[in-house]
């Protein structure tokens, strides 16, 4: 017997789900991480619950890293996927026009805001969001000339060679030789820890500042940028809002140097936020955005959508083979007219309204609860080490020892949620938008009792 018939043997025949998980360990490789939490075999998920092998249901406030919009298994979005089955339109279709796409692009025109609508184009690239970056990197090269990208301290764009240069966490670049080159970094206005030692207007004002010199001063050492690439809420780095006053003046920077702003709404975008997309709570227009995650429907599928004066590339400048994902495109159409129809971008606003509330009144109770921040259904709760002596220049040492624990004990108790951010310190929270207030109430309890059993422990 080889080694695999005597894993598959070993494991996969057993009903027992910790062998199960032996066996992924085994076959799967190192790099595996939700899965290191998650334990468990997932064997079916419906609106915002998962159930496990033994039965058990859980509470999932990460819906796929926020891919799943409206939730596992979506009664509508299954439907049409069944009809187009059911008929001989193709699987795949390369970048050829089939009805299926036709019908998928004008429904994401019609979502997008007005101005940027009329002098869209768009172009679709492989299936993840990653392979969106890399698309929108190569065109704002191609279109501007320069070969320099700004991007933002706790910014993340993907894990491609490319996306991975732009994206701050230094514990997936540490190993990698050597990345896209040309690629500097800003400060992100992360009000909790200020990277300028000062809070609110005072930081807004520093940090634009900060990039005007970067853009005027001849001596910056940094040439001419393609674009400047950033989430208008950072997800993966702790979920931390942009004020919408820093975006507008920064933006407004970009008009005055000529220097293309591409927003990132693969995590923060459809109605996530509370707004359709994150970017419009400071009332500007990018000049491209980013969209993967929820724009499938569930099905993997990315696009870059830009201003028409940026088209500057030649015919076959950017291909790649599962661009005419078919399936994507039908689930990826029902889900925004859902979003649409359902105003899902409210309920989000208001659901989110009351779980901040909610989770503000936890860090009334728990002394290692340090921020509470974020908007719509994209929470961030960072965990600290009480009793540090707080100060803009010492701020709280972020515990991420301790956010570990929690998420582990809130997956014992039947609560998936994930953590990130600064020292893995912050718990995530990306529900579905469409979970029930009930669902939410019964994920808070869980959420309260995890840290409650860990406080006392
Ligand atoms: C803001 C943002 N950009 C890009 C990506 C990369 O997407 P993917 O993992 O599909 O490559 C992610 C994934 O989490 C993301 O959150």
Redesign the pocket.
């Known amino acids: 017997m080889d080694r695999t018939q005597e894993l598959t043997s070993n494991y996969t025949e057993s009903q027992d789900t910790a062998s199960w998980y032996t066996y992924q360990s085994y076959v799967e490789s190192s790099a595996r991480t939700y899965s290191r939490v998650i334990d468990k075999v997932i064997v079916s998920g419906k609106g915002s619950i998962l159930t496990d092998a033994d039965g058990k249901e859980y509470v999932d406030l990460l819906a796929c890293?926020?891919t799943l919009a409206l939730g596992h298994n979506n009664p509508e979005i299954k439907q049409e996927l069944i009809k187009y089955l059911h008929t001989d339109e193709v699987m795949q279709g390369l970048d050829i026009l089939t009805p299926a796409k036709y019908a998928f692009t004008k429904e994401l025109l019609g979502l997008l805001p007005e101005k940027f609508r009329d002098e869209a184009r768009i172009q679709f690239c492989g299936?993840?969001?990653?392979?969106?970056?890399e698309a929108a990197v190569k065109l704002f090269k191609t279109a501007t000339k320069r070969r320099t990208v700004l991007a933002f301290h706790g910014?993340?764009?993907?894990?491609?060679a490319g996306?991975l240069s732009l994206t701050g966490n230094l514990s997936a670049k540490d190993a990698v030789a050597s990345l896209m080159p040309d690629v500097h970094y800003l400060p992100f206005p992360y009000d909790y820890r200020s990277p300028y030692l000062v809070q609110g207007d005072e930081l807004i004002e520093t940090s634009l500042h900060h990039i005007e010199t970067v853009f005027s001063d001849p001596e910056s050492g940094i040439t001419k940028p393609a674009a400047v690439i950033l989430?208008a809420i950072?997800?993966?780095g702790g979920c931390i809002p942009a004020p919408a006053k820093w975006l507008k003046g920064l933006r407004q920077l970009c008009d005055e140097y000529d220097i293309p702003l591409i927003f990132?709404?693969?995590?923060?975008g459809f109605a996530r936020s509370g707004d359709l997309f994150a970017f419009q709570s400071a009332d500007i227009m990018p000049d491209a955005i980013?969209l993967?995650?929820a724009l499938g429907g569930g099905m993997?599928m990315?696009v870059v959508v830009y201003r028409e004066k940026y088209d500057h590339w030649k015919p076959g400048a950017h291909t790649g083979t599962f661009r005419g994902n078919q399936l994507a495109m039908i689930a990826g159409r029902k889900g925004m007219e859902i979003i649409r129809r359902d105003k899902l971008a409210e309920a989000a606003q208001k659901k989110g309204t009351w779980l901040k509330a909610e989770l503000e009144k936890l860090k009334q109770k728990y002394t290692f609860i340090g921020d509470v921040r974020g908007r719509g259904l994209m929470l961030g709760i960072e965990i600290i080490h009480p009793n540090t002596a707080r100060s803009p220049k010492h701020p709280d040492l972020g515990d991420g020892s301790l956010a570990s624990a929690i998420k582990k004990q809130c997956f014992a108790n039947g609560l998936i949620l994930e953590t990130g951010g600064r020292f893995g310190a912050v718990l995530r929270l990306l529900p579905a938008l469409t979970i029930s207030m009930d669902e939410l109430e019964r994920a808070l309890e869980l959420l309260d009792l995890s840290m409650s059993q860990l406080a006392q422990g």
Not at 127 to 133: E, I, K, Q, Y
């Open positions: 890293a926020g299936p993840s969001g990653a392979d969106a970056t910014g993340y764009h993907g894990m491609t996306a989430e950072q997800g993966e990132d709404e693969i995590q923060c980013l993967s995650k993997p990315s």
